[in-house]
């Protein structure tokens, strides 16, 4: 189980952390993702990492922005969010899809398991 935490309401030019906890299981052999769905629109892929952390890959709108890190020690994955914009508002969604590979980072929206999301509220 996935449980993300640290969404909230924060001021446009902000940052916030979101947190996400494998639950009971392990991260270790797994790609990790952010994805993140506004009212009224489709769910959409914001930045992964690869099993390793070493490769991630980020939408541009994330770019400079937006940074994941994971410590598998720690069975855990973070969303770093700078420079929060209008924009950004949506429910956050962290995900992980096992993977042979220690460098590839899936680039699509199959990953296996999926948290239950948290709400991420930037005010103008």
């Known amino acids: 189980q996935l449980v993300e935490s640290g969404g909230g309401l924060v001021q446009a030019g902000g940052s916030l952390r979101l947190s996400c906890l494998a639950s009971g299981g392990s991260f270790s052999g797994y790609a990790l993702g952010w994805f993140r769905q506004a009212p009224g629109k489709a769910r959409q892929y914001v930045i992964a990492t690869s099993t390793s952390g070493n490769k991630t890959y980020a939408r541009d709108f994330a770019k400079g922005r937006f940074t994941i890190s994971r410590d598998d020690a720690k069975n855990t994955v973070y969303l770093q969010m700078n420079s929060l914009k209008p924009e950004d508002t949506a429910v956050y969604y962290c995900?992980?899809?096992?993977?042979?590979?220690?460098?590839?980072?899936?680039?699509?929206?199959?990953?296996?398991?999926w948290g239950q999301g948290t709400q991420v509220t930037v005010s103008s």
């Open positions: 995900a992980a899809d096992a993977s042979s590979y220690p460098d590839y980072v899936p680039i699509n929206y199959d990953y296996t398991y």
